[in-house]
């Protein structure tokens, strides 16, 4: 058994112990010859390398991703499937990927061993830091295909295709049978019909629905965090996309143009509310027959008359 000094952690052989070390020295000994990012681990540039060559074999069946590496892929089915398979021992979480339980555990311990050599933060996860970097850097290395843009990160990219690139809705409400394009915008939606608050305050017994509540509440009330104020009007806010959306109505600026017609929008989410009125998409489905609707009280209104059914 070979141990690491500074960590006391065990390491099956002197070549892992070797890599291990990396950790605490920061040293990247292997530098991709395109974009010159450098890695810790050699399999980690071969995976890297995939992003310049475009070569993505490993096909996801039950949507449009595909990925460099079959475990991306292993890692991306547990989005359809909803498994997580790695419980902590010290809460009630679970995670779909061994790696982020990893991660939460420092949640526990408070470590925090990647260092950022350029300021003074500091991470309990490498992934965090080399996406951290991207600030100093600018790098945006993930790029989509179908269009112009680019993106800091992989999962970025990934929402992006999902979300403006492909119509596909496989995951639908059961309470009112709105189509979702991802698990992750279904649960968020479900709570509107359970009244589940998952978000709750350390301080005090209050729980919140989403997670901006939750920020604004600790601000409000207990003087954590740090308010974001606009230079122009002085107003104050929580969340960056709130100040920035804020200031776009200061300089008059709607950088969201809708395709169908002459109309512009401060926000995305307004500009995708607004396209529904040009799109034949039916975005409702009845999960008795499988027929879809345009709209929500069009479907509820199916399920009283058809199925003799009142949704709640």
Known sequence: MFIAVKCGKCCQSSSTLTVHRRVHSGEKPFECSVCSRRFTIFGNLVVHSKIHSGEKPYKCHECDEAFSVS???????????????????????????????????????????????????????????????????????????????????????????????????PHDCRYCGKLFKSSFDLKRHVRVHT?????????????????????????????????????????????????????????????????????????????????FMHLDVKHFCCGFCGKYFKRKEYVLLHFKRRHDVAAS
Not at 93 to 110: I, P
Not at 214 to 228: D, R
Not at 239 to 261: F, N, Q
């Open 195 to 275: 009244g589940a608050k998952p978000f709750s305050c350390r301080h005090c017994s209050d729980r919140f629905t989403w997670g901006h509540q939750l920020k604004t509440h600790l601000l409000k009330s207990h003087n954590e965090g740090t308010w974001l104020t606009c230079d122009i009007c002085q107003k104050k806010f929580s969340c960056s996309g709130d100040l920035k959306a804020h200031i776009l109505r200061h300089e008059g600026v709607k950088p969201y143009v809708c395709s169908e017609c002459p109309k512009s929008f401060y926000r995305a989410a307004e500009l995708r509310s607004h396209q």
């Open 71 to 169: 475990s991306n892929l292993s890692s991306h089915m547990r989005v359809h499937t909803g498994d997580k398979p790695y419980k902590c021992h010290l809460c009630d979480k679970a995670f779909s990927q061994s790696g982020t339980l990893n991660g939460h555990m420092r949640v526990h311990t408070g470590d925090k061993p990647y260092k950022c050599h350029l300021c003074d933060k500091a991470f309990s996860l490498s992934a965090d830091l080399t996406k951290h970097m991207r600030i100093h850097t600018g790098e945006k290395a993930y790029k989509c295909s179908l269009c112009n843009k680019s993106f800091t990160q992989s999962g970025h990219l990934q929402t992006h295709k999902q979300h403006v690139h492909s119509n596909r809705r």
